[in-house]
């Protein structure tokens, strides 16, 4: 049973965490939701490579923030949102569990985190907020907090 509250506690602050973030990352007039695929037509590929370099997989952390730092080949990191997609430039989405808890314009990020095993997965998506196709995914890093 307390596996179960935990992970409500995740699911439930990874929402917090991501309403707050979406608020800020709409853009001009937007609303701050990404746009499907289907929505935007087709999707263009993008030659960019995306690792994360902190955490090291396997690593264990303390404390309540976790540092990230990224590396991106290839492209660039653009802060405005807008749908002249070009495919060496967009930002960067941070998954925990499989859940979006961040749109990053940057590389380097401090998440707040709590005691457990999690894994973290990077993705380079276009200017748009969408993704590219195929996507381009960090390889996942497993970390725990204790």
């Not at 707040?112 to 969408?130: C, I, N, Q, R, W």
């Amino acid at each position: 049973m307390a596996g179960l509250e935990t992970r409500g506690l995740v699911r439930f602050a990874a929402c917090a965490l991501l309403a707050a973030t979406l608020a800020g990352c709409g853009g001009p007039g937007g609303s701050g939701s990404e746009p499907s695929p289907s929505a935007t037509g087709s999707r263009p590929s993008s030659p960019a490579v995306v690792a994360i370099v902190e955490p090291k997989n396997g690593a264990t952390v303390t404390g309540s923030s976790l540092h990230i730092v990224l590396m991106l080949q290839h492209a660039v990191i653009v802060k405005q949102t807008s749908t002249d997609i070009r495919p060496d430039q967009g930002h960067v989405h941070l998954y925990v569990n499989n859940v979006l808890v961040s749109m990053n314009y940057g590389l380097v990020q401090d998440l707040p985190v709590h005691k457990g095993t999690y894994v973290l997965k990077a993705e380079f998506v276009a200017s748009d907020h969408a993704p590219f196709s195929p996507r381009v995914y960090s390889s996942p890093v497993v970390f725990t907090v204790k």
